[in-house]
């Protein structure tokens, strides 16, 4: 590996955090008059006036700024901004009735969807953990706790194991179909499995414990393919494959507006999540203190099969899904797989050595840096072509926020040096 082209990488990554990204959300996302944030900027960075708070975005935006404070950035402004994002899921987005968190508000606060979206609750977790974790402050673990016990009580399948997702706004299962009562997801899953990592992080509780290695074990042996190891989109209940349907409460497709179902819904698996999914994975392995184990054969397939299929040689970055027998079906960039590709290749470099993780890493941060960041911004492009054209031109909107940009460049950073000092 060439120090200084590692040099380099670290300073791009650490100029861009602290000189472009944490100043375009401090210097705009806070809302002052009702609480919580605004997370809908055009491609100036222009408030669009929409009037819509969803709880991916106030959790994610608390989760994000909590980490950034935990981790040594911000001088004490990111614990201030995630406090406040915290005051607004306890005092607003908290059902007082029913418990648990609505799925939006207007800005003022007012519920828009009463519904209790399982995707949502556990992002709420993650935030409310890494809170407490960044700041000592007992709300934010009391509160992530209690919503744990609410969805092993209302969420559990208890027959075929794993968690229905969909629900009224008094825990009642939705209808099945687009409404999504009878479908379970690697979406979902993945994200209990980060949620659960960060709360017992923050608790040390055995049955928090338990059910983190129950939910591994579940992504494992139901979610990954059995043969390549990638990520398979949507079950049914007992976990038989089930096509790729939009659901009516949508969080990530809005890429797809053309047809209720997906192109190929059977055979698809994203880059992207793939490699998000092992590094998750190998940090809970940490917070847990187990070895990886019977898992590295998993880790290693899934990786390859993103560098093999997924990487693009010759404009650079990462293509958004294929088959998962090999090949790709969708040549755009989206913003979020470049940016889980990079912590998770970096992860590799340091768990496995450098080749062939490091060239696959550099292939992706040039990229970024050399087109999908919008450096007179400070955010990035949502989606570009394969060229690295921007398609979509917001900045940020309700699902694509600073949860990925600033996670990126945090956990990159925190990699880059110890790289650095290994070389």
Known sequence: MDKKQVASCLAEAQHHLNQELLPFWLNRCMDKKNGGFITQFDKDGNDTGEDVKSLIAQARCTYTFASAHRAGFGEGK??????????????????KQHEGFYWTTNRAGEVLIDKKILYGQSFAIYALSEYTLATGDPRGLETAQRL????QIHCTDTMYGGYFEMFERNWELCLPGPSGGDRKTLDVHMHLMEAFTALYEASGRQVHRRKLLEDI????????????????PQFRADWSVAPQIKFDIVWGWDRF??????????????????????WLLLHAMDILEMPVGNYEDTIRKALMHTIENGIDRKFGGVF????????????????????????GMLEAVLRFGPDPFWQTYYNVHRFVFDKVIHHEIGEWW?????????????????WKINYHTIRAMIQCIQRLEKIQGSI
């Open 217 to 232: 074990a579940l992504l494992n042996e139901r979610i990954l393919h059995p043969q390549y190891r990638t990520g398979i």
């Open 78 to 95: 990111c614990a201030e901004f995630a406090r406040h994002g915290v005051n607004y899921l306890l005092d607003v987005m908290w059902d």
């Open 382 to 398: 949502p989606l570009l072509t394969r060229e690295g054209q921007p398609i979509w031109t917001h900045m940020s909107h309700s």
């Open 257 to 278: 507006t053309d047809g209720q179902q997906k192109a190929n819904p059977t055979d698809n698996t994203a880059y992207g999540h793939n490699v998000e999914f092992v």
């Open 148 to 151: 744990f016990e609410l969805i």
């Open 320 to 343: 958004v899904e294929g088959p998962h027998t090999g090949g790709v079906y969708d040549r755009e960039k989206e913003f979020w797989q470049q940016a889980e590709v990079l912590i």
